[in-house]
């Protein structure tokens, strides 16, 4: 039996931490790996309170690390004892998607999620993992295509964001926006995902990073990151005007998860620059642009799921930066707990109070 934190029903703003939940048996192609840090994410939020979806009685938690510790008989290039990143959307490398190019668009395993209980509760009781994962428990079964090698020297506290909060921010700048040396940007929204895209942008070169955010408090962090200059929602207007002339950024980036912060995003982005949707939004969130300035303004609106990252490729490379002094992974946890601690960092999660808390289960 294995601690785990378990959400009986949408809208519960309580998890059931329990110590008697069991990741099902590998199947050929599939790893069980025992969970060594895990982060606390908005999105976790979202699948609680519904606006992500999820089948309860569901483990909660998507962004973690740990061990490989069992392995099935078709499983190619890990084995037991390696120390891996859980992928979340694990690329099945046949579809059409994988085949362009686009791993973060595979939906090989999406349905999984839904369909296949990845645990028991008490012994019998079958119960679904978040995004297919479930890493807020100490066990978690996966296909082998959901895990990642990871160096043994990156702490695993470090290993859980490079799951989620770091590709997803990074790679929206690098890879999806693919921001040019010298240009200007803005990130409306300077949580741990807009913090990571501050850094991405910062690491692609950009000379002017306005970071937006109405929480003050934040903006000291986030020229902790690389932002060059911050504003509110009211001084916004004045800081577009001082920084571009008031013609507007080059690329602006979404890191809320709402329409009104899509909007935002559009009114301060130059004619022929890129908004870049990074924040997970509700289904029913519906954002209105007329034709008109769809086609005369030449925006461009793009979407950046899981920062157009393919893990594989992206995993070595953030190490590297983070090796090389580039990539700030530290700064970005604000709090390191245990597992009994959960409900209280989902609190704080609701207030603003924190940027990424990590769970460590050893």
């Known amino acids: 039996m294995a601690r785990a934190a378990v959400l009986h029903a949408v809208g519960d703003t309580e998890l059931d931490l329990r110590d008697d939940v069991t990741a099902v048996d590998p199947g050929p192609d599939q790893v069980k790996v025992k969970i060594k840090a895990t982060g606390v994410c908005h999105s976790d939020l979202s699948t609680m309170s519904g606006v992500l979806p999820s089948v309860p009685p569901a483990v909660i938690g998507h962004e973690g690390a740990g061990v490989v510790a069992e392995v099935g008989d078709r499983v190619p290039g890990v084995q037991v004892g390696d120390h891996v990143v859980i992928n979340w959307t694990p690329d099945c490398g046949t579809c059409p998607e994988c085949l362009r190019g686009e791993p973060y668009l595979c939906m090989g395993f999406i349905g999984a999620a839904f369909s296949d209980p990845r645990f028991r509760i008490g012994g019998d009781t079958p119960a679904f993992g978040m995004a297919g994962v479930g890493t807020w428990a100490e066990e978690v079964t996966l296909p082998y295509q959901g895990v990642i090698k990871v160096a043994e020297d990156v702490p695993f506290e ?205």
């Open 158 to 362: 470090y290993a859980a964001l490079l799951g989620c909060g770091i590709p997803t921010g990074v790679g929206a700048a690098v890879n999806t926006a693919k921001v040019r040396p010298g240009s200007k940007v803005a990130v409306v929204g300077a949580g741990g995902v807009g913090l990571s895209v501050i850094q991405g942008a910062r690491i692609a070169g950009a000379a002017t990073i306005l970071a937006v955010d109405p929480n003050e408090a934040k903006h000291p962090l986030a020229k902790q990151f690389g932002a060059t200059h911050t504003a509110t929602l009211d001084d916004l207007e004045e800081a577009k005007g001082l920084l571009t002339l008031g013609q507007g950024f080059d690329y602006v980036f979404e890191v809320v998860g709402k329409s009104a912060a899509i909007t935002t995003a559009w009114g301060i982005t130059r004619r022929g620059g890129d908004v870049i949707v990074v924040g997970a939004g509700a289904a029913d969130d519906n954002w209105e642009m007329s034709a008109f300035s769809l086609l005369f303004e030449g925006k461009n609106v793009k979407s950046s799921l899981y920062g157009g990252c393919d893990l594989k490729r992206d995993v070595p490379m953030f190490v590297d930066l983070w090796r090389a002094g580039r990539l700030d992974i530290d700064g970005l946890i604000s709090r390191r707990i245990r597992f009994e601690d959960l409900n209280d960092a989902v609190r704080a999660l609701h207030q603003g109070d924190v940027i990424r808390q990590v769970v460590l289960f050893d």
